[in-house]
T-cell receptor, first 112, second 110 residues
Framework: EPEVTQTPSHQVTQMGQEVILRCVPI?????FYWYRQILGQKVEFLVS????????KSEIFDDQFSVERPDGSNFTLKIRSTKLEDSAMYFC??????????FGPGTRLTVT | RKEVEQDPGPFNVPEGATVAFNCTYS??????FFWYRQDCRKEPKLLMS???SGNEDGRFTAQLNRASQYISLLIRDSKLSDSATYLC???????????FGQGTELSVKP
């Protein structure tokens, strides 16, 4: 069964550093998403992406965040200058246009 | 008011019990609803989609009441493997985003 994959599984970085989280969505999917979940809190929407453009972004997704589909398979989330409060699980999701979204295993980001 | 609100839990039930979770949503523009399950520190996994008046899948039944903006999930004959956090989720056409509730923790004991 095809699945969304994410790398790395765990990333530790120092405050102020840039990080790039990588995702490989399911191959025939056209819509891509990033969500985050701070420990003990609910899953929060960050951004949706379709046809090489951002479709929607939340208030959390400020100028420090960017997304890119650099080739036909990868979908990345970049945080330019990490803050302590960026520590969270980051989940990538994809779908082919139906509402149901399928999530990757997540990247645990720890900012020290 | 939270966009998607769930029972706080946790629910501790014996194997074989029937358990029901409730969820309310505040934005009537929501088109579709889902129940996802999340195991500890893992990704949300789609359990059921909830369309129109609801649907059933084996031991699981989901109901939607648009007038009351209320969604429920019923689990019959609960198994140890049902222990997880159950997430009530609303879908918005604009941007295709999912809005999650806080989740309700279920623990099924032998």
């Amino acid at each position: 069964e095809p699945e969304v994959t994410q790398t790395p599984s765990h990333q530790v970085t120092q405050m102020g550093q840039e990080v790039i989280l990588r995702c490989v969505p399911i191959s025939n999917h056209l819509y891509f998403y990033w969500y985050r979940q701070i420990l003990g809190q609910k899953v929060e929407f960050l951004v949706s992406f379709y046809n090489n453009e951002i479709s929607e972004k939340s208030e959390i997704f400020d100028d420090q965040f960017s997304v890119e589909r650099p080739d036909g398979s990868n979908f990345t989330l970049k945080i330019r200058s990490t803050k302590l409060e960026d520590s969270a699980m980051y989940f990538c999701a994809s779908n082919e246009g139906l509402p149901e979204q399928y999530f990757g295993p997540g990247t645990r980001l720890t900012v020290t | 008011r939270k966009e998607v609100e769930q029972d706080p839990g946790p629910f501790n039930v014996p194997e074989g019990a029937t358990v029901a979770f409730n969820c309310t949503y505040s934005n009537s523009a929501s088109q579709s609803f889902f129940w996802y399950r999340q195991d500890c520190r893992k990704e949300p996994k789609l359990l059921m989609s909830v369309y129109s008046s609801g649907n059933e899948d084996g031991r699981f039944t989901a109901q939607l009441n648009r007038a009351s903006q209320y969604i429920s999930l019923l689990i019959r004959d609960s198994k140890l493997s049902d222990s997880a956090t159950y997430l009530c989720v609303a879908f918005y056409n604009q941007g295709g985003k999912l809005i999650f509730g806080q989740g309700t923790e279920l623990s099924v004991k032998p």
